[in-house]
């Protein structure tokens, strides 16, 4: 009962600004300029931001489909990673535009609505951060045994089915208690879960800490490969210096847009977990910091795509071959002989 009583002082302070006495204008006005501002950002996100994000995982998954025999072990992760991308992009208005406790808010929606759009927000941000350690996890096996095709044509679907059903499954747990807190009225099974902030926890650790110690323990091995001097550093077969950098890149960036989110998760747990009564201000600034953190982890979908165009050398070469079959349409063309290549040649 205190959780979400704690719950709802933080969801009425976040927004409304209100100096709890007469002396704290100044706040009231910093308080107004932010969410302003935040609101501002987000208008301009949804109108650039997201129809390139849109367009580019778009083309990043048709470009690498139409070219199934081309495809790498990065390209495998990277379709996924656009999937879960064009999820978030189709998400981003209703959360960002949407949010109960703001001002501008422009509709509200009912309890079912809105746990099944977090569950969606929750699979893609598992899938996108799965398939961010699956790709540094591979490219360390890639480098130490060259020629093994983890990720690759030939398994394309199963690596897929399970990054996916990884995802709903390890995110089981927590989705039965956002849905309790939600429905727990109707379901009296659910009685005794209602608490979102044992979701959040659990969402912190799978979504999170687990991907983290992976992704450091990864980037450690290829590390300490990468000074070794071995006979297979000379095989054709080995991935190219664009793929080290197109890793890199990825991890830091998907880690840094969806950080400061755990964090805020996590920083509303503890607060909650203390059973102690909040000052409403500070809880409107750590929800506040949550919206923030939000809108960075959907600007992921955008940036994604566009790093994997900036790096991937091999991107242009399969976009061309995509409107060259575009253009054919019904029409015999020519088999292009490039578009039959080893499946790690150009890794």
Known sequence: MQSKELRSLGEAAMWSCGPLNGTMQGEEQLCQDLRLGLWVLSLLYLVAGVPVGLGYNTLLVLVNLSSKSSMTMPDVYFVNMAVAGLVLSALAPVHL????????????????????????????SLVTMYSTVLLSLDYYIERALPRTYMASVYNTRHVCGFVWGGALLTSFSSLLFYICSHVSSRVAECAKMQNTEAADAILVLIGYVVPGLAVLYALALISRIRKEDTPLDQDMGRLE??????????????????TPYYLSLLGHTVLVSRGKPVDGHYLGILYFVKDLSKFLAFSSSSVTPLLYRHINRNFPSKLRRLIKKMNCGLRHCSPDPSGVQPVMAQA
């Open 241 to 258: 210096p664009w793929v080290h950098r197109l890793l890199v890149a990825t991890v830091c960036m998907q880690f840094g847009l969806w």
């Open 97 to 124: 535009l949407g949010l109960p406790h703001t001002r501008w808010a422009l509709w509200s929606l009912s309890s079912e609505a809105h746990v099944t759009l977090l569950i969606l927000f929750n699979v893609a």
